[in-house]
Structures are given as C-alpha cells and as structure tokens.
C-alpha cells in the first residue's frame, strides 16, 4: 500500500516535498529493493512519468521538464520515497501519484514511459502551482 501526501497550493518559483509512505511489503524485501516511480497527470492529460529509479542498476531517470528541479529519494528506515520540487511552475500543476514494483522487466526510462509497468499505486495528491 502506498500512501502520498504533501501536496498543496504554492507559487510559483516555490518548493514542496512530497512524501509517498509504503507498507504491506513483500516478505523479506525492502523499499530499495522495488522500482519506484513519480507520475503526474493534469486535467485533459495523459499520465507522465517524472521520475523513476530502477531496482534492478540503481539509475534514474527524469523527465526533461523537470530536470534541475525535481529530486527523487528513498529512506528505506521509514519506507518512504520522496519527491523534492523546487522552482515550480504553474505546468507542474497536477495530481502526483507515487508507483512501486517488485518484478520490474523494463529499463528505467521504458518504465516511466509505461504507467501499467508498475503495479501498486498511491491515491495521488494535488500540487497546484498559482500566484
């Protein structure tokens, strides 16, 4: 089960922190040991892979809109994955949904390109960029 939140109205040029807490692992396996992923989707718009990181080689990819500006980490003591967001702006407006899979069969940029790829989902949480 995945759980996000911190999510909210900012302005532009601000930053925020989402947090995606995760339970119900599979037995013997931790966080670091999934693929794990950040998607969005705006109103009207496909789903859109931010960030990703790989389980299988430990990379990571961005999408080229967010590069420079959005970190992904994992804090595998807490079972929580993070998704630092700075100097936003108003595209970054969307619904933000953390991702996990166990048995990940793609690279790291095919699974950010494949929402389906990843089995367990978060509920999302609304990040609004506005003056």
């Known amino acids: 089960q995945l759980v996000e939140s911190g999510g909210g109205l900012v302005q532009p040029g601000g930053s925020l922190r989402l947090s995606c807490a995760a339970s119900?692992?599979?037995?013997?396996?931790?966080?670091?040991?999934?693929?794990i992923a950040w998607f969005r989707q705006a109103p009207g718009k496909e789903r859109e892979g931010v960030s990703c990181?790989?389980?299988?080689?430990?990379?990571?990819h961005y999408a080229d809109s967010v590069k420079g500006r959005f970190t992904l980490s994992v804090d595998n003591a807490k079972n929580t994955v993070y998704l630092q967001m700075n100097a936003l702006k108003p595209e970054d407006t969307a619904v933000y949904y953390c991702?996990?899979?166990?048995?990940?069969?793609?690279?790291?940029?095919?699974?950010?390109?494949?929402?389906?790829?990843?089995?367990?989902w978060g509920q999302g949480t609304q990040v609004t960029v506005s003056s």
């Open positions: 119900d692992l599979a037995s013997g396996f931790t966080l670091d040991q999934y693929a």
């Open positions: 990181l790989s389980n299988s080689d430990l990379s990571m």
């Open positions: 991702a996990a899979e166990l048995f990940m069969g793609f690279t790291v940029q095919t699974m950010c390109d494949i929402p389906r790829s990843f089995g367990s």
